[in-house]
């Protein structure tokens, strides 16, 4: 055997690496349970509906929301986040029903504070679950989305959720000057302390198809949500946004896409030091677990992966279909 011939390097990367415990001592960059949010779905329905586009993932029946949040809790996911599949009767043009305090998500929240005081939830600000149009905002005779009248009803929707026992408001809408809106109404109702976590930089996305499917606007929505989503070839826009939300009195914000969008979200968190959170989104998950049924890739392995690269780019946390499967590995057990 011929003997190494070169000098001998002083450096060795490699060194660092060959354990276990060394690869742990020297990790940059950490992933927990508490780095998670859950987005959970709900059904009007007397019991909990698999979702086809996204395996593993139901709507789930009232009857078993806290439940769930007990679970989630009891793994050390810190909030919960609610989206609503509202029955088609109940949708309408003005989206009316986002203002009834025993709506789905209202039902919900009331239903998990009860059960689970300790865990915090989320909930969206935005009228696309409850649109017969499936846009997020009003729509005028062109099918133009109204900037300053939707506001006026996103405001109402914010304290209608945080008098049901909201915790943190998510305005997903991406109407200008939401969030400095929502804060002033929140404030006059007496939710000083109702967080918002602001859908900083949304881009007009493919990956949202199973999000559509799972909340039943999907098959309503004609045309797209480009003139208030993001334009995905801009990122300068990005930190223009973030900046509107944080002078507006955001407590944190979300970057949304997730994967795709890694760059905003190193950008943001190199511009601002507000907590950032990444959401990976249904597409995102979808993919995942197709490629996964395919035996193309290891589940579990490419799912910590990700979540893992989240942080790694600048996000100080994850909204994730996963959470409960990773916190489950993340604690030590198999999913
Ligand atoms: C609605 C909203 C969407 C998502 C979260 N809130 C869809 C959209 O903007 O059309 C997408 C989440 C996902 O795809 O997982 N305002």
Redo the contacts with the bound molecule.
Sequence with gaps: MAAFSGRFPATRLRRTRATQWSRRLVAETRLGPNDLIW?VFITAGDADQPIESMPDVSRFCLASIADQARMAADLGIPVIAL?PNTPTALRSDDGGEALNPKNLVCQAIRSIKKAVPEIGIMA?V????YTSH?Q?GLVDRHGTVMNDATIDVLIRQAVVQANAGCDII?P???MDGRVEAIRAALDQAGHQSVQIMA?GA?Y??A??????D??G?GGL?KGD?KTY?MDPANSDEALREVALDIAEGADSVII??GMPYLDIISRVRQSFNIPIFA???????AMLQAAARAGALDLDAAMLEALLAFRRAGADGI?S?FAPRAARLLNGSSA
Excluded: H
């Design positions: 987005p989206f969206d935005a009228l696309d679950p499936g997020d998510a997903s809408d991406m859908y949304k007009a996305s990956y949202y198809g199973p999000f559509r799972a909340v606007s929505l949500k989503q949304k896409p959401y990976q989104v249904s597409g995102e998950y909204i279909y």
